[in-house]
């Protein structure tokens, strides 16, 4: 079945940058995205990116496509501890699949 | 601004008792869901609905039902609470294509 896999948790210096990574099963994904939880809300839409897109970049945001592979990948530059969160990936075709989410650490 | 709105953020019950937890979007979107997020597990799909009186089942259906009556209302229904029902429970709505998924901030559901 369709799966969307993730680290479970990422710990980065404050001004490093970050890189969340994520694979996917479903070749048929139209959409993939990366969601930002705080501790006790919902799920923040961070950003998207079209499946026939390799790359897209939102200031400090750059999501990187690799479709062959079917690897995303999420870049924070210059980290900061409001950056502290759960970073879900997620694929999409009609329905949503997410993965497990990876808990991004900032030291200081 | 956009919004997929939950009507209780804390929310705590007895054990047996019917529970109904609402959920309200502002953006004509055709797709909501209702998922619950435990620790370890991630987002599991409870209910899904693609249409007016249309509904689902996701992956863990049972002791939940759902309604919606309207297309903007889409209502998550325990109908015997019980403690393994504890969990955050989360709202999302989209368009029919799978666009523009957003979601509620969440009703924190405690079962005792």
């Known amino acids: 079945g369709e799966d969307v896999e993730q680290s479970l948790f990422l710990s980065v210096r404050e001004g490093d940058s970050s890189v969340i990574n994520c694979t996917y099963t479903d070749s048929s994904s139209t959409y993939l995205y990366w969601y930002k939880q705080e501790p006790g809300a919902g799920l923040q839409l961070l950003t998207y990116?079209?499946?026939?897109?390799d790359m897209k970049q939102d200031q400090r945001l750059t999501v990187l496509l690799n479709k062959k592979d079917k690897h995303l990948s999420l870049r924070i530059a210059d980290t900061q501890t409001g950056d502290s969160a759960i970073y879900f990936c997620a694929e999409s075709d009609d329905k949503i699949i997410f993965g497990k989410g990876t808990r991004l650490h900032i030291l200081p | 601004d956009v919004k997929v709105t939950q009507s209780s953020r804390y929310l705590v019950k007895r054990t047996g008792e019917k529970v109904f937890l609402e959920c309200v979007q502002d953006m004509d979107h055709e797709n909501m869901f209702w998922y619950r997020q435990d620790p370890g597990l991630g987002l599991r799909l409870i209910y899904f609905?693609?249409?007016?009186?249309?509904?689902e089942k996701g992956d863990i259906p049972e002791g939940y039902s759902v309604s919606r009556e309207k297309k903007e209302r889409f209502s998550l229904i325990l109908e015997s609470a019980s403690t393994n029902q504890t969990s955050m429970y989360l709202c999302a709505s989209s368009f029919r294509g799978g666009y523009g998924y957003t979601f509620g901030s969440g009703t924190r559901l405690t079962v005792v």
């Open positions: 609905s693609y249409d007016v009186k249309m509904k």
């Open positions: 990116i079209f499946s026939n897109m």
